[in-house]
């Protein structure tokens, strides 16, 4: 059946730092990708997705690209910042089948310290 | 415009008793979801709705639980004989239409605790 996995948290940056957070994932048929984030208090929101290989989501300074290949799709910023303090979930929507369900990885918790 | 909404927000109930959690989705959305979220883990699909017909109802883990949306637009999770197992953030989400072309949108989930 499909899966994502991804990167053990919790994440802990300073203000500036770099950001990668790994995803890979398996599946029968030819997924979506896609970023969720939820941050303190708040429901889950769409934060990027990608629909094919080699597309590149971005959002927010946020940036992954689908790389069939590897079957992955890491979630990268350039420089983080307090408010980006939060949960963020890798998921996929499998095209292959009947059903319209996300699968999600479980989650990664980022604390980024002024 | 309102976004998806759920009550309760907190429910507390015994081992044993009944039930029920509601989803008021975004106006105009056909397709219903209902994911449940166990700590430390990611949400986990339960079942699906498009218009008042479960599309798909794979994720729901047994017979104890049954959901409903008779008009096409709220939606109630009911969850008999609870088991402290059944404990989690309940999640619901709407989109305009089934398919992976129209994003999700979740609501604030509902958390369950079964003592």
């Known amino acids: 059946g499909d899966s994502v996995t991804q990167m053990e948290g919790p994440v802990t940056l300073s203000e500036e730092a770099f950001l990668t957070i790994n995803c890979t994932y398996t599946?029968?048929?030819?997924?979506?990708l896609f970023w969720y984030v939820q941050y303190p208090g708040e429901g889950l929101q769409l934060l990027l997705k990608?629909?094919?290989?080699?597309d590149k989501g971005s959002n927010k300074g946020f940036e992954a690209t689908y790389r069939k290949e590897t079957t992955s799709f890491h979630l990268e910023k350039g420089s983080v910042q307090v408010s980006d303090s939060a949960v963020y979930f890798c998921?996929?929507?499998?095209?292959?089948?009947?059903?319209?369900?996300?699968?999600f990885g479980k989650g990664t918790l980022l604390t980024v310290n002024p | 415009g309102a976004g998806v909404s759920q009550t309760p927000s907190n429910k507390v109930t015994e081992k044993g008793k009944y039930v029920e959690l509601r989803c008021d989705p975004i106006?105009?959305?056909?397709?219903l979801y209902w994911y449940r979220q166990s700590l430390g883990q990611g949400p986990e699909f339960l079942i699906y709705?498009?218009?008042?017909?479960?599309?798909?109802d794979s994720g729901l883990p047994n017979d104890r639980f049954f959901a409903v949306r008779p008009e096409g637009s709220v939606s109630t999770l009911k969850i008999q004989r609870t088991e402290r197992g059944d404990s989690a953030v309940y999640l619901c989400?709407?989109?305009?239409?089934?398919?992976?072309?129209?994003?999700?949108?979740f609501g604030p989930g509902t958390r369950l605790t079964v003592t």
């Open positions: 989400a709407s989109s305009l239409t089934g398919g992976q072309a129209y994003e999700q949108y």
């Open positions: 599946a029968t048929g030819y997924p979506s």
């Open positions: 990608a629909t094919k290989a080699d």
């Open positions: 998921a996929l929507w499998d095209s292959g089948g009947s059903n319209y369900k996300l699968t």
């Open positions: 106006s105009g959305h056909t397709a």
């Open positions: 709705f498009q218009g008042t017909g479960a599309a798909d």
